[in-house]
């Protein structure tokens, strides 16, 4: 305790009023194969969107139905962990996205005190022309137009820049005073470029000097008869991926753009792939049944001027991300490299983009190495790619050799560029089945990865409830079962496999006799539900046998949502199907009898005549008769020490006596209160004092609270007794 000393007035606050808080009982862990989205990781999902956006379409996996069982799941509660699993054989989808240098014509020699007048034509990465009308640009002498008298390249610069758009397809980038570049905004090898020249000091004296070229508007007809000195250098150069190319160093006064070899390899590429594996990502467009049907993933390059292009990423269709990007730094101090802009790194907590990754490499066939040394100005050179050099073929005839790195502009070419290659992982790659060794270590996984089934133990993730709809196989079966019995945090749900055809196969199955199973299941931690039911799938279009698990886990939501969880998931109230049409077999009583009696443990599902579809029982695979072989009083237990724990938790460290014994009994006696009021318990007793903390558990640092307490349990058989009398002893009736 504080010491007060002085005179005064002093406040403490403590805080006594511990309560137990509010618990989500619904929440459902469901595991399968998917096309997309993270493998091994259980991902919460709140709506049907969200499953379908993050995992893709059920229908573009193979193998179980996890996606379409989440999918009927999130109908009836708004919180499921999806994990999915994916074998060695899964890959991730890529894209090559190519790196180019852009046409540019290198105009020197210019004088400050001449005219310049320049026509530019420029056609697109594809061949395209993206000026059908010429560029016209009138350059006065810089020493007329500002008192500093900047250079002749400069003023060209200005004129250019300032006349054009951020989407213009010509630029103009100053090399020195009296020498500057032209340069065409898209990159690649089949992107053009074409300068016309004329300037004051033209000997054919069609520019007179002091000629006011703002009245100039066309030189429409006049290019032929420029092909002579005019005192000036033009040179030409194109890049990247190039068999050969011309440059021009000699006094034409005009230059044509280059056509380059079609069958030119590429010169270098930022390759993107895929953060998560999946043949979701490969770019489809087809014509389904129920209509047009676009998947996967594109990348869209559209130039700008200069060093910029804005790159879009497209997912079915639509646009997804969008950022400005370019291969040196930008001007503003801002790097726009793409490896700032998208992930290079498959670190989740530090990614960029949603959905992929970023890496240079000389080719799409050359792939996790970063080749490229980035330039760090627009006009530097690219560096260390380690490609095959083109050919530099001077005014002489000579060649030299020249890597592609070795020319400036370097610039993403403008394409749309479609994924491939990605695999899903699952039972359609090489036709696996769930007893694969593969599939078997996917589902699984292990604690130390915390992947597989483990994933439901991480610390964020809390589950009341977990199947894998479709899967029977044993191991994967018996994994899940040991998890829930060791965490003791859900129930897992399962049923045999379809196609069982008959009760005496079903209990065969579970009592570990039938082929596919060798041992019994037996945990108060399991339930088993059969025959499989038939509903129509949204996703293909046809009537489809389901998985029961899938519909015994719905109607405990509904159970969660309408009642409490420890009522139980079954009858007319609270385990009716809607939604299937059908179920497997339709079961006799005899047939119920032998599958919910007599040590056995799959709970039927019953098709009634007039009464529908319906869940018809509630037992847990536990073959021990006590009160945790029913589902609504194991699940009242986990609910219960989910409680426990999460309101005590704050007073480990706490002082071992018994005004902590006190704060506890009175933390945990509202709480069972509620639930005895909510017909979850018929009577309790918490008892936390001197005779459950002896001496001895004391001394070993222990606090023990015992809570004693009656589980309600549901009333599954219903018996009428009917007694006649005889009209002389009227109702006085036998005791029993």
Not at 29 to 35: E, I, K, L, N, Y
Not at 596 to 623: E, H, S
Request: charged fraction near 15%; aromatic fraction near 8%; proline fraction near 5%.
């Amino acid at each position: 305790m504080p010491s007060y000393v002085s005179p005064g007035v002093y406040v403490i606050e403590k805080d006594w009023s511990d309560y137990t808080p509010s618990l989500n009982s619904t929440t459902v862990g469901v595991m399968g194969f998917a096309s997309q989205g993270p493998v091994g990781k259980a991902t919460l999902c709140t709506t049907q969107e969200q499953l379908i956006n993050t995992f893709g379409r059920p229908d573009d996996a193979e193998g179980g139905l996890g996606l379409v069982g989440g999918y009927q799941i999130l109908e009836r509660t708004n919180a499921l962990y999806y994990t999915r699993a994916a074998t060695v054989s899964a890959n991730v989808a890529d894209a090559p996205n190519l790196v180019g240098n852009c046409p540019h014509v290198n105009v020197n020699e210019m004088d400050a005190d001449a005219y310049y007048f320049f026509m530019v034509s420029v056609s697109d990465s594809g061949g395209v022309t993206q000026t059908p009308d010429p560029l016209l640009f009138n350059c006065s002498p810089a020493s007329a137009t500002s008192a500093t008298t900047p250079g002749a390249a400069a003023k060209v610069q200005e004129v250019v820049n300032q006349s054009t758009t951020p989407e213009s397809p010509v630029s103009f980038v100053v090399a020195s005073d009296s020498a500057g570049n032209f340069v065409g905004s898209y990159a690649g090898k089949d992107a053009m470029l074409h300068v016309t020249m004329w300037s004051s000091t033209d000997s054919f004296g069609i520019i007179p000097a002091g000629t006011d070229l703002d009245t100039i508007t066309s030189y429409s007809g006049q290019n032929a008869a420029f092909s002579s000195n005019v005192g000036n250098t033009i040179a030409m150069s194109c890049g990247f991926g190039l068999d050969s190319y011309t440059v021009l160093n000699s006094s034409n006064c005009m230059a044509s753009a280059l056509t380059l070899s079609a069958d030119a390899p590429d010169g270098g590429c930022y390759h993107v792939r895929t953060l998560y594996p999946g043949a979701g990502y490969n770019y489809s467009s087809t014509f389904a049944t129920y209509g047009p049907k676009v998947t996967g993933l594109q990348t869209v390059t559209t130039a700008r001027q200069g060093a910029d292009s804005v790159w879009n990423l497209l997912k079915a269709g639509g646009s997804e991300e969008s950022v400005v990007v370019n291969l040196t730094d930008n001007t503003s101090g801002t790097s726009l490299n793409p490896e700032d802009e998208i992930n290079n790194t498959s670190d989740e907590s530090n990614k960029t983009s949603e959905y992929i990754i970023g890496e240079f490499a000389v080719d799409n066939s050359t792939l996790d190495s970063v080749l490229w040394t980035l330039p760090t100005a627009w006009g530097d050179t690219m560096t260390g790619n380690g490609a095959t050099s083109g050919t530099w073929i001077g005014n002489d005839g000579t060649a030299s050799a020249l890597a592609f790195a070795d020319v400036p502009y370097a610039k993403l070419v403008n394409n749309i560029v479609n994924f491939t290659d990605g695999v899903n992982g699952d039972l359609g790659d090489g036709s696996k089945s769930w007893s694969d060794a593969e599939v078997k270590a996917a589902v699984i996984g292990n604690g130390v990865a915390m992947n597989g089934i483990y994933s439901y133990l991480a610390e964020d993730v809390d589950i009341s409830m977990l199947a894998i709809p479709g899967c029977t196989e044993q191991n994967i079966v018996n994994g899940a079962v040991t998890l829930a019995e060791t965490s003791q945090e859900f129930l897992y749900v399962t049923n045999p496999p379809l196609g069982i055809s008959s009760p005496q196969n079903a209990i065969a199955w579970s009592n570990g006799t039938a082929e596919g199973r060798t041992a019994a299941l037996n945990s108060s931690y399991a339930c088993v539900y059969w025959p499989w039911v038939k509903l129509f799938n949204t996703f293909t279009q046809v009537d489809e046998y389901m998985s029961p698990d899938i519909f015994a886990i719905r109607q405990m939501c509904f159970t969660d949502a309408t009642f409490d969880a420890w009522v139980a998931p079954a009858g007319l109230t609270r385990g009716r199907l809607t939604k299937p049409v059908d179920v497997e077999m339709v079961l006799t009583q005899g047939d119920r009898d032998a599958l919910y009696g007599a040590g056995n443990c799959i709970n039927p599902i019953q098709k009634f005549l007039t009464d529908g579809i319906v869940i018809w029982g509630q037992r847990t695979t536990q073959r021990t008769p006590t009160s945790l072989d029913r589902i609504n009083v194991r699940r009242l237990m986990i609910i219960i020490r989910k409680m426990l724990l999460a309101s005590t938790r704050q007073f480990v460290f706490e002082p071992n006596d018994a005004a902590t014994w006190k704060r506890i009994t009175n933390a945990v006696e509202p709480m069972m209160a509620d639930i005895k009021s909510r017909r979850g318990v018929t009577d309790f007793k918490v008892i936390c004092d001197s005779t459950t903390n002896t001496p001895i558990r004391i001394d070993r640092s222990e606090l023990w609270c015992k809570v004693i307490l009656q589980p309600v349990k549901a009333a599954e058989v219903i018996v009428f007794e009917l007694n006649l009398t005889s009209a002389t002893l009227g109702l006085n009736l036998p005791t029993a």
